[in-house]
């Protein structure tokens, strides 16, 4: 019904910036709650930031003051800005709706190196 891909991704050094986008087949944000994940070989997958339909963001402590969510509902888009990119950042990234993270349903994400 809805299908959402990820891009943006790509290898910075660090302290270096980086914009993910997250496209979606239709309009969905007014009924979604959206999130950026990611998960690092070897580690679990987290939530990185969240939205609501209300336009209410949350932060993993980890990018508190780095990262920002937000959404353009005109292109039907949900960006992560990610500034002063750390090592400790690499990860595959993936973009998803609250309910679907829950039931282990992904899309192929896209990969973020930070690497001197």
């Known amino acids: 019904q809805v299908q959402l891909v990820e891009s943006g991704g790509g290898l910075v050094q660090p302290g270096g910036s980086l914009t993910l986008s997250c496209a979606a087949s239709?309009?969905?944000?007014?009924?979604?709650?959206m999130g950026w994940y990611r998960q690092a070989p070897g580690k679990q997958r987290d939530l990185v930031a969240s939205?609501?339909?209300?336009?209410?963001?949350d932060y993993a402590d980890s990018v508190k003051g780095r990262f920002t969510i937000s959404r353009d509902n005109a292109k039907n888009t949900v960006y992560l800005q990610m500034n002063s990119l750390k090592p400790e950042d690499t990860a595959t990234y993936y973009c998803?709706?609250?309910?679907?993270?829950?039931?282990?349903?992904w899309g192929q994400g896209t990969q973020v190196t930070i690497s001197s």
């Open positions: 939205i609501t339909t209300g336009g209410s963001t």
């Open positions: 239709r309009s969905i944000f007014n009924i979604y709650t």
């Open positions: 998803n709706i609250d309910r679907w993270a829950k039931l282990n349903y």
